[in-house]
Antibody
Framework: QVQLVQSGAEVKKPGASVRVSCKTSGYIFTSYAINWVRQAPGQGLEWMGW????????NYAQKVQGRVTMTTDTSTNTAYLDLRGLRSDDTAVYFC????????????????WGQGTLVTVSS | DIQMTQSPSTLSASVGDSVTITCRAS??????LAWYQQKPGKAPKLLIY???SLESGVPSRFSGRGSGTEFTLTISRLQPDDFATYYCQQYNSDSPTFGQGTKVEIK
């Protein structure tokens, strides 16, 4: 079965960087894209960006453009989110989520999600 | 970005009721709309895609309708497991956006 398992919670100081991983299994990793979505405490869902696992193309939300990098490691079927210059309003649960359309060049909907990783930014 | 507005923000209902949640887009998104269910501390779960297609394994009491700018999610015969927050998401543009959520709570 399709599974996305994320790395554990992180506590960071303002200005620091964080890396969240998303290890996948149960499907052909390089056939699908991975999205990152975050949710601030008590708030709604915010899409951060998309990376194609078959060609490495990325598409980032304007709000985080310049501070975010999404990558994949096809040898371990893992996707990574790097966020730099952390601010208090980056405190959120970060989810990875699979795009269900094979070889899609567009952002679609999300059929399988990781369990979430809480990133807390505090001095 | 395309703005998605859900109504109501909160909905109180009883087991066995039928409820409808509305999602409006700030511009036409054709049928590129998905619905998710989220429970506290959990990841969202896909219910509906392409406005009306039921995701595999989702009970048939969930149904979606609409196109253009107005969409609905109907839950027929509410079950105890259905009390949760529901989000719509548009994927017509290359910058997908979510509605603010509708919490379905027990009356």
């Amino acid at each position: 079965q399709v599974q996305l398992v994320q790395s554990g919670a992180e506590v960071k100081k303002p200005g620091a960087s964080v890396r969240v991983s998303c290890k996948t299994s149960g499907y052909i990793f390089t056939s699908y894209a991975i999205n990152w979505v975050r949710q601030a405490p008590g708030q709604g869902l915010e899409w951060m960006g998309w990376i194609s696992a078959f060609n490495g193309n990325t598409n980032y939300a304007q709000k985080v453009q310049g501070r975010v990098t999404m990558t994949t490691d096809t040898s371990t079927n893992t996707a990574y989110l790097d966020l730099r210059g952390l601010r208090s309003d980056d405190t959120a649960v970060y989810f990875c989520a699979r795009d269900p359309i094979r070889y899609s060049n567009n952002v679609d909907y999300f059929d399988h999600w990781g369990q979430g990783t809480l990133v807390t930014v505090s001095s | 970005d395309i703005q998605m507005t859900q109504s109501p923000s909160t909905l109180s209902a009883s087991v066995g009721d039928s409820v409808t949640i509305t999602c409006r887009a700030s511009q036409s998104i054709s049928n590129w709309l998905a619905w998710y269910q989220q429970k506290p501390g959990k990841a969202p779960k896909l219910l509906i895609y392409e406005a009306s297609s039921l995701e595999s394994g989702v009970p048939s009491r969930f149904s979606g309708r609409g196109s253009g700018t107005e969409f609905t999610l109907t839950i027929s015969r509410l079950q105890p497991d259905d009390f949760a927050t529901y989000y719509c998401q548009q994927y017509n543009s290359d910058s997908p956006t979510f509605g603010q959520g509708t919490k379905v709570e027990i009356k």
